[in-house]
Nanobody
């Protein structure tokens, strides 16, 4: 069973940066395709971007040029570097993993709050 734990959330001011981490356990991390999502209360969870097993990334338009996803397979970690944060980036951020059998796993989420 894959377990994911996010960390690094917090309160920052608009324009500042924050880096989220996601640690995976229970499987061979290098076999996982990883993703980051976020959710605002009362709204659906939305995809921010993904990084596959070959470290190829895709990003959704609202975060392009500001957010970067990376991974360190030796440490079972994936990262979400968020720069130039905006108030509308305030959300709970979730790490997602998909294995070879297309089973999806989720972390518990970490709160990011951006103030003016």
């Amino acid at each position: 069973q894959v377990q994911l734990v996010e960390s690094g959330g917090g309160l920052v001011q608009a324009g500042e940066s924050l880096r989220l981490s996601c640690t995976a356990s229970g499987t061979i991390f290098a076999h996982l395709n990883m993703g980051w999502y976020r959710q605002v209360a009362g709204k659906e969870r939305e995809l921010i971007g993904r990084i596959n097993r070959f470290s190829s990334t895709i990003y959704l338009e609202p975060v392009k040029g500001r957010f970067t996803i990376s991974r360190d397979d030796a440490k079972n970690l994936t990262f979400l570097q968020m720069n130039n944060l905006k108030i509308e980036d305030t959300a709970v951020y979730f790490c997602n993993a998909v294995d070879f059998d297309r089973n999806a796993y989720w972390g518990q989420g970490t709160q990011v709050t951006v103030s003016s």
